[in-house]
């Protein structure tokens, strides 16, 4: 299975995130790619999805939403049926609706939506599955975190359609 885990990383602190979640799939021996859609001609270029068989999506929360940017990014493309999940990162007292409302725009760009996280400085904060899910998915990596033990929760597997 190849993963592409996408991120928008304004100052740094989602890209460090998306390191530790990029190591943890390695490591479980997933086929996984990073982008990093920060600069404006990344976004600008048309990402060929077809390459990949699941997706992760990070980004951090301004004003309780996804960015501006990432939000218009995530709207170019199609997911074709195919499962993503998407992780969030900030350092304020909340996220709300981020989760919700960045689900409504993969959903109805066609992705799957099969769980999304919450990471703040020193570790997983909140996880939520997403609601069509029977059981809760998320990602432990963060070596500091509280949750342990300090392995991957979510498999390759897991994503694959």
């Known amino acids: ?14 890209k460090k995130i998306a390191g530790y979640v990029f190591e943890k799939l390695k490591k479980s ?12 001609s990344v976004r600008e270029k048309k990402t060929d999805l077809s390459l990949y068989d699941a997706f992760l999506f990070g980004m951090p ?9 990432v939000r ?10 195919r ?13 709300h609706p981020a989760h919700y409302t960045t689900c409504k725009i993969l959903e109805e760009r066609g992705f799957l939506v099969v769980s999304s996280a919450e990471f703040t400085e020193k570790g997983v904060s909140n996880i939520t599955p997403s609601a069509k899910l029977a059981s809760p998915a998320s990602w ?15 498999t390759p597997a897991e994503l694959a359609c």
């Open 1 to 14: 299975m190849k993963i592409l885990l996408a991120y928008f990383s304004a100052t740094g602190n989602t």
């Open 29 to 40: 021996g997933a086929d996984v790619e990073m982008l990093d859609i920060t600069p404006l």
């Open 61 to 69: 929360v301004h004003s309780w939403r996804a960015p501006r940017i």
């Open 72 to 81: 218009n990014w995530l709207k170019t493309l199609d997911g074709c049926g």
């Open 83 to 95: 499962k993503c999940s998407m992780f969030f990162t900030y350092g304020g007292f909340g996220i």
């Open 140 to 154: 432990l990596i963060i070596p500091s975190s509280p949750s342990q033990p300090n392995t991957l929760a979510v």
